[in-house]
């Protein structure tokens, strides 16, 4: 019975103590927890008097909660820095609350005075620096004074304390260090992106060399150029107070990272061909623009379009002016034919015969926006890359061997299918030449440490994700978020990097970010529950201490909705041993074990395909989880699954869909509907489906492939064609299209519209950048030529990608409501 099978939060929270854990006790805890895992997980219970309508759900979130944005700890780690959302308009404000005092908002005037999120510290953690409005500020953690370093309308960035006890900056491509006792600026590097000048050179064709001959006045002038040449070279080499610290990147090329050593005299800079994401992409016309005019909109390049590419990373000497390319060769795999099988299936499916060959891959450094991909170790001396292929398939992390001036690789990561684009932290030990990494070698995100010289050790293992990797001073803990009790519901935890002991430092249940205090006696924590938005809490980080609360943004109004708490079910598989996990709102007059009518049901299909909702936090889809509570007070059973490819249940179930999106999923999607035909008296000729994004492309390929599984399905700013989306994203998954064009053809909707049977609606909107409206626009017209009908399509000419207008939102949802209401 499933009354018999929900594990409570009350019972879960019981076995896991609170604060932090013994490694004894964890080790206890683990296998009690393991006993007792079931297949449904009670969330917390319904809440509210006052029903939710679709105008309210709808509405600007602001009725919902003003919720915390940006915290970070200030410098003396006693207070907390966060933003909150005005009411009714996009401007935000800045509070600074503590354990001991309420929130108080902070006045423009002094916003200058508060630190920021990315403020850096001094080795002997006397000083703090940070930017504010692109000028630099030094406070002195003691006394709390504060000094403005630089006063301009340039910008400053990339703050960094030089072993000297300087501190160096950048200004677009120039580097510089300013003592702090002096206030003295000296400029380190400035890197051009242009070819070296050749200087003045001599007449070399035959007219030249017979001009300043023949021609006094020519010779005169050519003298007085190479004399002054001569006197500034004499000077720059015998006068100390002229900065001579050019270096020369390439006429045409792109910086994508510069990495300055602790040291200063040394800098890894990576370059590669100029090459706009917009630069050879398309357009996207605007119809309702402020003029009235239409309006042509740089839109993304398609991934069919993408070309591969390579960058180069250089060593800059500073001292000597001496500047290196790096060469990949010495990267285990660098040369191998790794997509060889898949060029083998299309060269055979053409009728030709593909011959495997060794030859230098593409390789790039790791994208700077989800890590810092150049890392140095605190003496300067040693420095590490994270570098990946663009075919997708292998990342390494290698240091640089500076006396032979070649890279060394430090550990390879294949994945046949496709290296994650996340789980990919790492960094130095702070007191040896250690690295420290995250790598889902195992088929899960775990932290492994290497020594330059010897075998990597890894430090967590089990069947979780390690994310959000943060190093104690002292170098004897590594912080981490992780779902260890369970897939939906994440905690903080550190790991002993001397015996590998795991101690649980929250038990809060939910979802919950962390951030350690600079004085790493605390964590800040931003956490969440299925029916709570996310609010800060403070704990210490020593044994049995509970999480003291720092704010309290939810509305009473909100409060008062009676919406309905979906459960965490573990659905079998039919295709594997794992579950998948869903979320699923009963209805409101539910029975177990009711007899009789048959229940109508829906599923929701998350979008992005790797992400998970099948969470005990706060859902980004806070919109659908309301229109799902609707749809459950209405009698409907409401399913919402973490489907294959999903995040947060390792690397096997992320990399399912390789080659064939649509399939697995789907696969997934007739495994729920079979589970609440037998478990919620649902009629299986009653069920509907919808989602966004990915979601909207399961819709199609729900309808189109297994036309029988859902009676109506809507496919909101749905994906048609593969080829028509990023490269990013989608070269990971079916490769490029020149490549695996069967990868492309089994997986796009516009290939199975011929499938089409019952009810569907198409949701688009026109100013979507991420998922053009051409992909509606092709296949409609598809549709039209197959001659089928059932299929109705509406429009939002203002939205892009996420709508912006609760009009816009309720107009969607309205729509989806009538397509269940009126077919199933």
């Keep these: 019975m499933i009354k018999q099978s929900i594990l409570s939060i009350a019972v879960a929270s019981s076995l896991i103590l609170t604060g932090c854990q013994t490694t004894s006790q964890l080790k206890k805890n683990k296998v009690e927890t393991q006993s007792l895992v079931q297949p449904i997980v009670q969330t917390p219970v319904d809440f509210g008097g006052e029903k939710i309508t679709m105008e309210q759900a709808m509405a600007h979130p602001d009725w919902i909660s003003r919720k915390p944005e940006g915290a970070f700890w200030a410098s003396d780690s006693q207070a907390v820095v966060f933003n909150q959302k005005q009411m009714g308009n996009e401007l935000r404000d800045t509070f600074k609350v ?100 050749l200087g003045l050179q001599e007449p070399s064709s035959y007219i030249a060399k017979e001009q300043h001959k023949l021609i006094e006045f020519v010779a005169l002038q050519h003298k007085n150029k190479a004399d002054a040449q001569l006197r500034k070279e004499t000077l720059q080499s015998q006068n100390s107070t002229i900065a001579h610290t050019h270096f020369y990147l390439g006429k045409g090329k792109q910086l994508i990272e510069a990495s300055l050593s602790p040291t200063g005299d040394k800098l ?19 119809y309702v623009s402020q003029d009235g005019h239409i309006e042509s909109v740089p839109a993304r390049r398609k991934v069919a379009d993408a070309k591969s590419h390579s960058s180069t990373v250089i060593f800059i000497d500073i001292s000597s002016q001496q500047q290196t390319e790096l060469a990949y060769n010495t990267l285990p795999g660098f040369d191998e034919d790794v997509l060889a099988a898949v060029k083998k299936e299309n060269a055979q499916r053409k009728g030709e015969t593909y011959k495997s060959q060794r030859t230098p891959r593409d390789i790039n450094l790791m994208p700077p926006w989800m890590l810092v991909p150049v890392q140095w170790n605190s003496a300067g001396t040693e420095v590490a890359l994270m570098l990946e292929a663009w075919d997708n398939k292998d990342r390494w992390l290698a240091t640089v061997d500076f006396d032979n001036n070649k890279l060394v690789s430090q550990h390879r990561l294949h994945d046949e299918a496709w290296i994650n684009y996340t789980h990919n932290d790492f960094g130095w030990f702070n007191n040896s030449n250690t690295l420290y990494y995250l790598s889902e070698q195992s088929g899960y995100s775990h932290v492994y440490s290497k020594p330059l010289d010897d075998k990597a050790t890894q430090l967590t293992d089990g069947k979780f994700v390690v994310s959000n990797l943060t190093l104690a001073k002292d170098d004897e803990h590594i912080y981490f978020k992780a779902n260890v009790k369970h897939p939906g519901i994440y905690e903080i935890y550190r790991v002993d990097i001397q015996t590998g002991e795991r101690e649980q430092l929250t038990n809060l249940d939910g979802v919950t970010d962390y951030s350690l205090s600079p004085d790493e006696q605390k964590l800040l924590l931003t956490h969440s529950k299925v029916m709570m938005p996310e609010e800060l809490y403070v704990i210490d980080i020593r044994p049995n201490t509970v999480a003291k609360r720092l704010t309290n943004t939810v509305s ?14 573990a659905i079998p598989s039919s295709h594997g041993d794992e579950p998948v996990y869903s979320r699923v709102y009963y209805p409101a007059d539910y029975v177990e074990g009711e007899t ?175 998922v053009f409206f051409q992909d509606v626009v092709r296949l409609v017209q598809r549709l039209i030529e197959l001659e089928k009908t059932g299929f109705e399509t509406a429009i939002y000419p203002v939205e892009p990608h996420s709508f912006r207008q609760p009009s816009s939102w309720l107009d969607e949802y309205r729509r989806i409501h009538k397509l269940f209401k009126e077919n199933l």
């Design 98 to 197: 503590s354990e001991t005092s309420a929130p108080a908002k902070v006045m423009l005037s002094q916003l200058h005075t508060l630190g920021a999120e990315n403020a850096i510290y001094s080795k002997d953690g006397k000083y703090q620096a940070y930017t504010f409005e692109g000028n630099i500020f030094i406070k002195e953690i003691e006394t709390a004074s504060i000094t403005q370093l630089t006063h301009s309308s340039e910008s400053e960035y990339s703050l960094q304390f030089l072993n000297s006890g300087e501190l160096a900056y950048r200004v677009d491509n120039t580097f510089y260090k300013v003592s702090l006792s002096t206030g003295r600026t000296h400029e380190i590097a400035k890197l051009h992106l242009s070819d070296k000048p």
């Design 268 to 286: 890894i800079a990576v370059i590669s061909d100029t090459r706009s994401w917009r630069g050879d992409g398309d357009i996207m016309p605007n």
């Design 556 to 569: 009473d109004e909100f409060l008062n909705k009676k919406l309905i708490a979906p459960k965490i079910v």
């Design 596 to 770: 009789g009518k048959k229940r109508k049901a829906v599923i929701f299909n998350h979008g992005a395909g790797y992400t998970q909702n099948a969470h005990m936090g706060w859902s980004y889809y806070f919109r659908e989880f309301m229109f799902h509570s609707l749809l459950a007070n209405e009698g409907y059973v409401v399913m919402d699954m973490d489907y294959r490819a999903s995040k947060g249940y390792g690397r096997d179930w992320r990399t399912a869909i390789y080659r064939h999106m649509g399939k697995p999923e789907i696969e997934d999607l007739a495994d729920g509907v079979k589970w609440m035909v037998e478990h919620t008296n649902v009629d299986k000729e009653a069920v509907g489906t919808y989602g966004g994004s990915y979601g909207g492309f399961m819709t199609f390929m729900a309808l189109f492939t297994q036309p029988d599984l859902f009676k109506a399905g809507a496919a909101i700013r749905p994906v048609t064609d593969w080829a028509y989306y990023n490269h990013g994203y989608t070269s990971n998954i079916l490769n490029h299209p020149d490549i695996d064009p069967i990868a492309y053809e089994r997986s796009s909707p516009m290939y199975f519209a011929q499938g089409l049977k019952n009810e569907l609606l198409i949701n688009a909107p026109m100013l979507d950048d991420n």
